[in-house]
C-alpha cells in the first residue's frame, strides 16, 4: 500500500508538470506565430489578431490552474478552452475560417491533463464548440479574414491541435500504462501474501460450497484441491453438523467459529473463522490448530493433576489433624492435672513444666484446628452451622478473652459496639474465629502503648467487623499476598508466633458468608481490616426471634 500511495503521488506530480509545459508551449506557438505574422505583415490589428489573443487565452488559465493544483482547476480550464475555441473560429469565419480546429482544443487539453476520467469531458467541449460555431455560421454574419492569412491560420490552428492532441494522448497512454505496471505490481504482492500467509483463506457460498482459496491449508489439504468442495465434505461425520450450524449463524449474525476434525486426520484438529461479505459470500479463515488443542490438553491434564493433588494433601492434612488431636487432648488433660495437684503436691518447678506443656499443647491444637478447618474449606467439606444470633455477643466474648493478652503486651485494647442488637444468620463459632483471628493479628503487629480498636456494625443486611490498629503496618508487597494460606508479613521473630494462616482463614470464613476482606494498611502508621458480610436479619425477624428470650448484655467496652 505505501509503494502505491507513492507511485500515485509521484503520478499526480508528474501530470501536472506536463500539463503546465503543454498549455505554456502552446501559448507560446500562438504569440510567437502572431508575432511572426505581424513581423510579416500579413497580421494587423483586427478581429484575427484577437481571434489568436483568445486562442492563447486558456492556454495561460491553464497552466495558471495546473501550477495551483486547485481542486477543480481541470473541469474550469477544459470550459474555458470549450468558449475560447467557439470564440475564436466565430471570429474567423465559422466552421468554414481558418480556425475551425481549435474547437477540438478542449478535447486536446483534456488529454494533456492525463486523466482518462477527463476525456469525455473534453469531448462533449468540443461538441458543444463546433455547435456554437456552427450556429454562429448560420445565424450571424461573421467576418472573413484576408484570402493571404486565412492558410497561416488554418495552418497554425491544424498543427497546434493535432501536435497538442497527439502529445497529450501519447501522455496519457504512458501514465496509463504505469498505473496499469503499479496495480500489477500491487496485485502480485498482495497474491503472493495470499499464497503464503499462514491460514487458508476462502471465499465461500452460504451453502458451503468454496469458490476460492488461498493460504497455507492444514495438513493433509491442498489449496486448489478444496476449491469446488463443501465443506461438510471435509469434515469428520461427528463435527458436520456443526459446521453447518456456524455457516448459517454466520449469515445471520456476521460472524461465526467453529472447530472440527478433519475428515482426513480423525486425530487432527482444524479452527474455521466465518465472516459474512454479503448476503451471498462468507469469507472462512480455516487453519490448523493441532499444535494449540495439545496445548490446552496439556494445561487441562495439568490443572486437574494439580487440583487432585491438592485435594489429596487437603485430605492428608485433615486426617493427620485428626490423628493427632487424639493423644493431645490427652497430653493437655494430664499436663492441666499436674498444673492443678489434684492428685497431690508437687514441686514448683515441675508445676512450671506442667503449664508450659499445656501452653504449647494448647498452642499445637489451635495450630490443629486452623489447619483442619482450612483444609475442610480447600476440599470444599466445610458446612457452616448457621443459626440466629446476636453477633455482639461473639466479638465480646473475643474481647474478654484477649484482653489479658493485650494487658501483657501492654496495648489497649478498645471495643466499639452497638447498643441494638445485631441479630445474624450465620455460623457463631466461624465469626468468632474472624473476630479472634483478626484481634489475634493486631495485637502481634501492635507494640507496647499502642492500641487496637475493635468496631462492629450493621447497615442493611451487611455486618462489619473492622479492627484497626496502630501497629508496624504492612508493606506494598506484602499485602498482595496476605490472605493465601501460609502467607506471612513482618520479621522472623513476628513470622514464627504463627503459621499463616489467621487471615486466610478469615477470608475464607467471609466467602463462605456470601462476604469479603479488605485490608488498608500504612508502613510505620498501622492496619485496618474489615469484614463485610450479608448475614443481619432484618428487624421484623429479629424482633420474633427476641420476644420471648431475656435482653441481650449491654453493649461491651473492653480497655487496658
Known sequence: MPYRRYSSRKTRRLAGGFALAWHLAWAGVVLAAAAVLAGLGRLGPGAEFAALCVGAVPALVGAGLALSGAKGGRVVAILVWTLAGAVACQMTGGLAGPLAAWCLAPLAAAAAFRRPTLLSLGAAGAVAAAALAAVGTLLLPLPAPPPALEPWLGLLSLVTVA???????????????????????????????????????????????????????????????????????????????????????????????????PIHDPQGWCELSLRR??????????????????????????RASAESQNAGKSRFLANMSHELRTPLNAIMGFSDIMKQRLFGPMPDRYVEYAELVHESGAHLLELINDILDMSKIEAERFELAREAFDARDAVTSVLRLMRGQADRAGVTLRGVIPAEPLEADADRRALKQ?????????????????????????????????????????????????????????????????????????????????????????????????????????????????AGSAAPPAPAVSGR
Do not use: C, W
Open 163 to 261: 501536435v497538442g492532441a497527439g502529445a497529450g494522448l501519447v501522455s496519457l497512454q504512458g501514465v496509463a500504462s504505469h498505473e496499469a505496471a503499479v496495480r500489477d505490481d500491487l496485485e502480485m504482492g498482495l497474491r503472493e501474501i495470499l499464497e503464503n500467509q499462514p491460514q487458508l483463506l476462502m471465499r465461500v457460498y452460504p451453502g458451503g460450497r468454496v469458490l476460492e482459496a488461498f493460504g497455507q491449508a492444514p495438513i493433509g489439504l491442498e489449496p486448489r484441491g478444496v476449491v469446488g468442495r463443501k465443506l461438510g465434505d471435509m469434515v469428520a461425520p461427528d463435527h458436520r453438523a456443526a459446521v453447518e450450524e456456524a455457516l448459517q449463524r454466520a449469515v445471520q449474525e456476521g460472524s461465526a467459529e467453529v472447530a472440527f476434525a
Open 434 to 546: 474472624i473476630a479472634l483471628n483478626l484481634v489475634s493479628n493486631a495485637l502481634k503487629f501492635t507494640p507496647q502503648g499502642g492500641a487496637v480498636t475493635v468496631t462492629v456494625q450493621g447497615a442493611g443486611e451487611m455486618l462489619e467487623i473492622v479492627v484497626s490498629d496502630t501497629g508496624v503496618g504492612i508493606a506494598p508487597q506484602d499485602l498482595e499476598r496476605l490472605g493465601r494460606p501460609f502467607e506471612q508479613a513482618g520479621d522472623a521473630g513476628q513470622k514464627a508466633a504463627g503459621a499463616g494462616l489467621g487471615l486466610s482463614l478469615v477470608r475464607a470464613f467471609a466467602r463462605l458468608h456470601g462476604g469479603e476482606m479488605t485490608i488498608e494498611s500504612v508502613l510505620g502508621e498501622g492496619t485496618t481490616v474489615a469484614v463485610r458480610m450479608p448475614v443481619l436479619l432484618p428487624p421484623e425477624v429479629s424482633a420474633l426471634g427476641s
Open 277 to 302: 461479505m454479503s448476503s451471498i459470500r462468507l469469507v472462512g479463515a480455516l487453519r490448523d490448530a493441532r499444535a494449540q488443542r495439545a496445548r490446552e490438553t496439556a494445561l487441562d491434564q495439568a
